[in-house]
Nanobody, 127 residues
Framework: QVQLVESGGGLVQAGGSLGLSCAAS????????MGWFRQAPGKEREFVAT????????YYADSVKGRFTISRDNAKNTVYLQINSLKPEDTAVYYC????????????????????WGQGTQVTVSS
């Protein structure tokens, strides 16, 4: 079992930046592939970015490619999401998630593939 706690959300103007963090409990963080998802009001939860266990590979949704960067620090049990050039349509609750039994070089893009979820952090972008 792992607990995930996101932080770093807030209110920002369009074009601004935010850095989200997700801290994981336990000593097996490096065994989990990690991902970020978001959910806007009235919409389904959608994939944003994912990173392999070692951090060697990443994958992004087309809507955020070039603006968002996912990274991780296994020594600190933390995964990050740097968000630049924010747009009003990026407004959502952002969730980090972990895949319990993940392949070492596998990227995971679907909600159902993730076993553990954080409580989310709100990102609001004003125009």
């Amino acid at each position: 079992q792992v607990q995930l706690v996101e932080s770093g959300g807030g209110l920002v103007q369009a074009g601004g930046s935010l850095g989200l963090s997700c801290a994981a409990s336990g000593r097996t963080f490096s065994r989990y592939a990690m991902g970020w998802f978001r959910q806007a009001p009235g919409k389904e939860r959608e994939f944003v970015a994912t990173i392999t266990r070692s951090g060697g590979s990443t994958y992004y949704a087309d809507s955020v490619k070039g603006r968002f960067t996912i990274s991780r620090d296994n020594a600190k049990n933390t995964v990050y999401l740097q968000i630049n050039s924010l747009k009003p349509e990026d407004t959502a609750v952002y969730y980090c998630a972990a895949v319990r039994f993940s392949g070492s070089d596998t990227l995971y893009r679907e909600v159902y593939q993730y076993d553990y979820w954080g409580q989310g952090t709100q990102v609001t972008v004003s125009s």
